[in-house]
């Protein structure tokens, strides 16, 4: 994984010490809050409903087991003995005191991490595929090119203070799992007829009150043009983008209001200004990145093992484990572990401080050190060899870490929603403890099979409601608490917004709702289709009847007057 080098510690020193200075003054009374707001955050503090919240950068997922333990210890002296893993690959700190904040940034500056641009109006953290470098669909890895955007992005004085907030995601593979296509940027390494490896770029995705799916501006950019191309987009989005609306103000809506035509010929004009400029990407400093992300050194006896198969067939809560939390791996005899972290009861991507030094343990035991945080609010230990795999399954279990549960109804993503955020219109964590509580029988969510909930307290769509198979997202009437479900949505290759089902319902009816849609859907399905797969095909029809009964005679009656 890359490591920070002189220039990267002394400006993450640098910014601790303004910060500290920033903050004293605050609450001396020499710096107002408006004064304050953007300041903090810049460094990516927030002020929610009942505390200080603190973001954290994770720069593509990536962490080392240092860096796991530094959180698990911040989690412990400075907060409530947790940490929240979001949608962004970052991690969140929900009840920081104010004036401890300095601290707590110095604590991380220790172990080469921040908080910078986790907030604000600025290019944010840049994020990439979970399985990044070990995955067999992978074209080439993209975490280089993450890191070389990330370099490249912080502190750039002239995209500071964007409209709105922007977010890049790269990756390398043939199956999305970074949602590219709702990012403001989104980065395909793709392969041209002559069989080079560029970038497809997508611009103008996003989700929100508006969402988007990304339309394609370039089909296949040279690597030496990366950064030039991406400067040409932010310097027309910088010009053009809405700054009287925020709610207008995301590079999605220009891309939309101007057409994917004139924003490209835009883009294409300035970038002809540039393209040839200081930000033309050598060969040489591609290599010297793709320096830091090097491959272990694998056991090449490592696919000899017998013991996983074995395993597996004598312990079926191990076999359901492997079936649902295993990733292929690239090296024969290795896996990608995912720990769940939607066990039961528990916030979806809430990890305790005694889980987060359990990890960082195991990840030094098993897995060389690394852990990854996914989009979907879980962690990885990428590099587990197979005979491995039961002894590693039996120590997560005694944290509760081995909830064979991935890509499976509870494997649900959930905002903080109106327990934490100050945005929010509704709560996301009740519902998913009635959700868990509702589905737990393991036997039946495997018979479900693949399901992919995702949930938002508010229109910011933090928890990608618009992209699940269900989305369901928190809206008030009448100062309570209703939900409105959408159907068929999905991020990854085949993208798409999700059909609204119909009127909004109320909180205590969502479990409720959902079997009803699960029950359409076994009585529908065909062979070993997918809920999305099923949805397609027969449309929303038969699910919005079982819902909503009335509304489905209503409309026959009057079809046949």
């Not at 519902?431 to 393991?442: L, P, S, V």
Request: proline fraction near 4%.
């Amino acid at each position: 994984m890359y490591k920070y080098d002189n220039y990267d510690q002394t400006i993450v020193d640098e910014r601790v010490a303004q910060f500290r200075d920033q903050t004293e003054r605050f609450l001396a009374g020499k710096l107002t809050e408006d004064e304050y707001r953007p300041l903090r955050l810049m460094n990516g503090l927030y002020v929610q409903r009942y505390a200080p919240m603190l973001r954290v950068a994770i720069p593509y997922g990536l962490l080392s087991s240092d860096q796991l333990r530094m959180l698990a210890h911040i989690s412990r002296k400075y907060d409530k003995n947790y940490a929240h893993f979001s949608t962004r690959q970052n991690v969140q700190f929900n009840w920081p005191a104010l004036e401890t904040v300095p601290d707590i940034l110095a604590d991380l500056a220790s172990v080469e991490m921040h908080a910078i641009q986790t907030s604000g109006n600025d290019i944010r953290n840049t994020t990439s595929d979970q399985f990044a470098g070990i995955a067999e669909d992978e074209l080439e890895d993209p975490r280089p090119y993450c890191e070389i955007i990330r370099q490249w992005s912080t502190f750039h004085p002239e995209f500071s203070f964007l409209p709105r907030k922007f977010k890049i995601a790269v990756s390398g593979a043939t199956n999305d799992r970074a949602a590219v296509k709702v990012h403001d940027i989104g980065l395909y390494l793709v392969k041209n007829d002559a069989g080079e490896v560029g970038f497809n770029v997508i611009v103008g995705g996003g989700l929100g009150r508006t969402p988007f799916i990304g339309p394609s501006i370039r089909p296949f950019l040279e690597k030496q043009h990366l950064l030039s191309y991406l400067e040409a987009i932010l310097r027309v989005y910088n010009r053009f983008g809405r700054r009287d609306n925020m709610y207008r103000a995301r590079i999605k809506i220009l891309v939309n209001d101007l057409g994917k035509e004139e924003f490209t010929r835009q883009v294409e004009e300035e970038w002809s200004h540039i393209k040839d400029s200081v930000l033309k990407l050598d060969q040489k400093e591609i290599d010297r990145v793709k320096g830091f992300f090097t491959s272990p050194d694998y056991d090449k006896n490592a696919a000899d093992d017998s013991s996983f198969d074995e395993a597996k067939k004598s312990n079926k809560l191990f076999s359901n484990w492997a079936k649902r939390n295993l990733f292929t791996h690239r090296v024969a005899g290795y896996k990608a572990v995912v720990v769940s972290l939607k066990a039961p009861g528990i916030a979806p991507g809430d990890a305790t401080d005694e889980q987060m030094d359990h990890i960082a343990e195991l990840a030094d035991q098993y897995s060389y050190g690394e852990i990854v945080v996914t989009h979907d609010q879980n962690l990885v230990l990428p590099n587990v060899k197979q005979a491995d795999l039961f002894s590693l399954w039996e120590k997560l279990s005694e944290k509760d870490l081995a909830t064979a549960n991935i890509g499976l109804l509870t494997d649900m993503i959930c905002c903080p929603g109106l327990d934490f955020c100050a945005l929010a219109n509704a709560g996301s964590i009740p519902i998913a403890k009635q959700i868990n509580e509702r589905f737990d029988d393991i036997d039946y969510l495997h018979d479900i099979g693949d399901l992919k909930i995702k949930m938002s307290g508010c229109m910011n769509a933090c928890g990608h409601h618009h992209v699940g198979h269900i989305g369901i997202l928190g809206v008030r009437k009448k100062d309570e608490e209703f939900y409105q479900l959408t159907l068929g949505g999905s991020a990854e290759t085949d993208a798409c917004l999700g059909d609204r089902l119909g009127p909004s319902i109320a909180k205590e009816e969502v479990a409720d709702v959902i079997s009803k849609l699960l029950d359409v859907y076994v009585e529908q399905r065909q062979d070993e289709e997918r809920f999305l797969d099923t949805y397609r095909r027969v449309g929303i029809t038969p699910f919005k009847d079982s819902v909503y009964p009335k509304t489905a005679v209503k409309e026959k009656a009057n079809a046949n007057n």
